[in-house]
């Protein structure tokens, strides 16, 4: 049964699967959304007097599904805004069992990943078992993609983040089993977060709460032959797989069905990228990238690899082009932009911590071989990120031409960069043109395109 949550957000929609696979799947771009609630759940009022010690103040149903149902609400404690999503117990036997759903729900609580959704809480009121879960405002891959194809940098990013995501889970012996673009959320500063682990199993383990034979075996367009198998133990090269389809949905805007075609002869994208999904889509599970890691790395070859019978790259614009200067942590994002701006001509020092910016640009000033400009990302989760990089760069030089590069198009220093000691700003994804005329504006004089 399937379980659609719409966020009080009006940009953000996502969409749980939980139960059997149903004879008359949804489409693969509907995601679950064909499904009807079957049950009455409690009022936000109601659920808020059931929580314990009023931990949680529910002030709306954001959605729900046959299975269960999730509430937008803050945490009282800590006052952090959250989800609630809570079960009902009488949907098979494995909820009826306590102490599996709470080793299971610790599992799932333990994962502290950037690019994973946190679960904060879990317990059992009334009927129910409930899981506390990190809100985000944002929007999800499944709306995205209804507005059309998304910009190939914007596509590395994604796919990148969430194979980072994959890595870490699979490492915890978790597979997600549900991978699709209704369960990758994007947050408004660009932030990507794969949510609902409600499906995950334990490889590394034979019995658990969720690896039971009549749970749901994901969504039919992305679910992995094997999984339709019930005599295979699944592992995480079903997350490959999944992976694989929705990077070529973000490539295509269609799912592969039958005997599908290559992304660059459907949609005439990047034939480099050709090699790296029809390894994810092998039906041979043993023929596939052997993990997220490889995955990644995958892309990251494919991207350093000459196009062939591509015509040559033309030589860099004479000296005095300028140097530029970079932070940005995404690195195939960082990859695509340095290349673009070394064939307008630019010597590109690239760097992924805003602290090695910093130490970068100043040890430039010492040597007298300044940088005529520098692109910071706002967003740095594990590291200094752009603005407090300013920062320090202004201390050292008041005259640094810094451009701010968010993908939170709300954040003060996008909207008004001056007042934040930026001479720019520019909003992700990009393309090459915009990216052009921004560093123009910024060091006042033409580039060599």
């Given at each position: 049964m399937d379980l659609i949550v719409q966020a009080a957000h009006p940009r953000m929609r996502r969409f749980f699967s939980f139960g059997r696979r149903p004879s008359n799947p949804p489409s693969a771009s509907a995601g679950a959304a064909g499904w009807q609630p079957v049950q009455t759940y409690p009022a936000p009022v109601e659920l808020t007097r059931m929580m314990p010690d009023g931990s949680c103040v529910l002030d709306e149903m954001i959605g729900m599904g046959g299975m269960g149902a999730v509430y937008r609400g803050r945490q009282v404690r800590l006052d952090r805004a959250v989800a609630v999503k809570i079960l009902h117990r009488s949907?098979?036997?494995?909820?009826?069992?306590?102490?599996?759903?709470?080793?299971?729900?610790?599992?799932l609580a333990r994962m502290s990943h950037?690019?994973?959704v946190a679960v904060h809480d879990f317990g059992m009121v009334g009927d129910y078992l409930y899981y506390v879960m990190e809100y985000l405002?944002?929007?999800d891959l499944h709306r995205l993609l209804a507005q059309g194809r998304p910009p190939l940098?914007?596509?590395?990013?994604?796919?990148?983040s969430v194979c980072d995501a994959l890595d870490y889970a699979h490492s915890q012996g978790l597979v997600h089993r549900d991978i699709k673009p209704a369960n990758i959320l994007i947050a408004a500063d660009g932030r990507v977060k794969v949510a609902d682990f409600g499906l995950a199993k334990r490889f590394d383990q034979n019995e658990t709460l969720l690896t039971r034979t009549n749970m749901t075996l994901g969504t039919p367009d992305y679910a992995a032959p094997e999984q339709y198998n019930t005599s295979t133990q699944i592992d995480h090269r079903a997350d490959i797989y999944a992976l694989g389809v929705v990077f070529y949905q973000m490539l295509t805007g269609q799912v592969p069905r039958g005997a599908w075609q290559p992304p660059s002869v459907l949609a005439g994208t990047d034939p480099r990228l050709d090699a790296v999904i029809v390894r994810a889509l092998m039906p041979d599970r043993q023929q596939r990238h052997p993990n997220a890691a490889a995955f990644k790395a995958a892309l990251h070859g494919a991207l350093t690899v000459p196009i062939q019978g591509a015509p040559p790259v033309p030589p860099p614009a004479p000296a005095g082009a300028g140097r530029l200067l970079i932070l940005e942590d995404d690195s195939l994002l960082r990859q695509i932009i340095a290349r673009q701006l070394r064939a307008a001509g630019f010597e590109i020092t690239e760097t992924e911590d805003g602290a090695d910016t910093v130490r970068a640009y100043v040890d430039a000033l010492v040597a007298k071989r300044p940088f005529d400009a520098v692109l910071l990302d706002l967003s740095i989760p594990l590291g200094m990120g752009g603005a407090e990089a300013m920062r320090h760069l202004l201390q050292a030089d008041p005259g640094v031409r810094g451009i701010v590069f968010s993908g939170d198009r709300e954040h003060p220093a996008v909207l008004q960069p001056a007042a934040h000691g930026f001479a720019a700003a520019l909003a992700k994804p990009c393309d090459s043109e915009t990216l052009h005329a921004t560093v123009r504006q910024v060091l006042g004089r033409p580039l060599a395109v």
């Open positions: 949907h098979g036997g494995e909820y009826a069992y306590p102490e599996r759903f709470q080793r299971e729900a610790q599992a950037p690019n994973i405002d944002g929007t940098a914007q596509t590395l990013h994604v796919i990148s």
